[in-house]
């Protein structure tokens, strides 16, 4: 009886050891990464399995990302994966809407898996409702080399988290702190102050964010090649006519700039490389600043004129005209002074359009 048994739990471990073995070998070189990821959280067994073929790590290059989003336990598994030798040199991390994810487990990356982190170049915590600014201080330390960072719609931080930013990433070129409602002005003059050669900022709904912060920016970070300032509405001329400053500037959204008049228009319009340009709800505006930013920004590609009643068929002229040959997408829905086309009779006008309504 006694012998039975011993012969069986014999045969079980060689089951595992060698049949096991030989089928997660083929079946993990097929997962995508997010799967095999999540398989080193089964067991201690298998994760030994799995780290013990390094083979397995060498598909398509997959050391240089790691891809959780929208992951449950994000946190365990960012963890598990930064223990594996074959990521030690991971260039991008996305944990966009992942789940399981909090301070304490960036301050275990800080502590455990610091050396991982010293290649890293892009990091998305978009959505990572649970991290705040004591969970950016212990990631941001270990992350020298970071160019790109986006905490999209984080209410738990605070100027302070630009704080420990500026600190410890020095090199930071596109920062989206979209929805990041605790952020002040300070935190815009921790950025103009440090990132100088930014070319990409998104601050849309930081309402905090007044004239003065946006000015900072301005007057600092002249490398801007995208701004979004989109449900911003509290901002004024005095800070849109600085937007000018910006010659290398591509791509800007205003939506909902109810304060944005012809004049400050006409001060944008001097960014003559504009190639994308949102002026949805901009109820300021008529046809005199449509028609100059038509004259200057002749390159443009998108333009959304959406729910905008002062504008008539004069500035659709004028667009026709001069940018003809560039404009791919035109929203011109809901401005009841422009006369109702079809499609074919846009393309008559626009050519190359391709969209025809950006907003619902």
Not at 8 to 36: A, F, G, Y
Not at 140 to 148: A, F, Q
Request: charged fraction near 20%; include cysteine.
């Amino acid at each position: 009886m006694e012998s039975n048994k011993v012969l069986e739990e014999e045969e079980e471990e060689m089951w595992r050891r060698e049949i096991v073995t030989s089928v997660m070998r083929i079946v993990s070189t097929r997962l995508p990464q997010k799967d095999l990821v999540s398989l080193l959280l089964v067991s201690p067994w298998l994760y030994r399995t799995l780290v013990s073929y390094p083979s397995i790590w060498l598909v398509n290059n997959i050391s240089q990302n790691i891809d959780l989003r929208e992951k449950t336990n994000a946190g365990g598994r960012l963890l598990a994966a930064l223990s594996l030798q074959r990521y030690r040199q991971v260039k991008h991390i996305n944990l966009e809407f992942s789940q399981g994810v909090d301070d304490t487990h960036l301050q275990l990356v800080q502590s455990q898996c610091h050396d991982a982190l010293s290649s890293l170049e892009c990091l998305n915590l978009n959505g990572c409702q649970k991290i705040s600014d004591s969970g950016i201080e212990a990631i941001t330390s270990v992350c020298p080399k970071l160019k790109i960072i986006s905490i999209y719609w984080n209410v738990r931080v605070t100027d302070d988290c630009i704080r420990h930013l500026v600190k410890n990433c020095r090199n930071i070129i596109d920062l989206n702190i979209s929805g990041c409602k605790s952020i002040t002005d300070k935190g815009m003059e921790l950025v103009a102050e440090s990132y100088q050669d930014l070319e990409s900022l998104n601050i849309t709904r930081c309402v905090k964010i007044t004239d003065d912060g946006l000015l900072q920016v301005l007057h600092k970070c002249s490398s801007l090649q995208t701004l979004n300032l989109y449900a911003l509405s509290s901002f004024t001329d005095k800070a849109y006519k600085k937007i000018s400053l910006l010659a290398d500037l591509r791509f800007l959204d205003l939506c909902g700039a109810q304060n944005l008049s012809d004049e400050g228009l006409g001060h944008i319009a001097k960014c003559n490389k504009l190639e994308s340009l949102n002026l949805t709800w901009c109820v300021r505006i008529t046809d005199a600043g449509v028609i100059t930013i038509a004259n200057s920004c002749t390159s443009l590609e998108f333009l959304s004129l959406f729910g905008i009643v002062g504008v008539t068929d004069k500035c659709l002229e004028a667009l026709s005209q001069t940018c003809s040959a560039t404009l791919t997408t035109l929203d011109v829905n809901g401005c009841i002074g422009i006369k109702r086309r079809s499609r074919e009779e846009l393309l008559q006008m626009f050519p190359r359009l391709t969209c025809f309504k950006v907003h619902s």
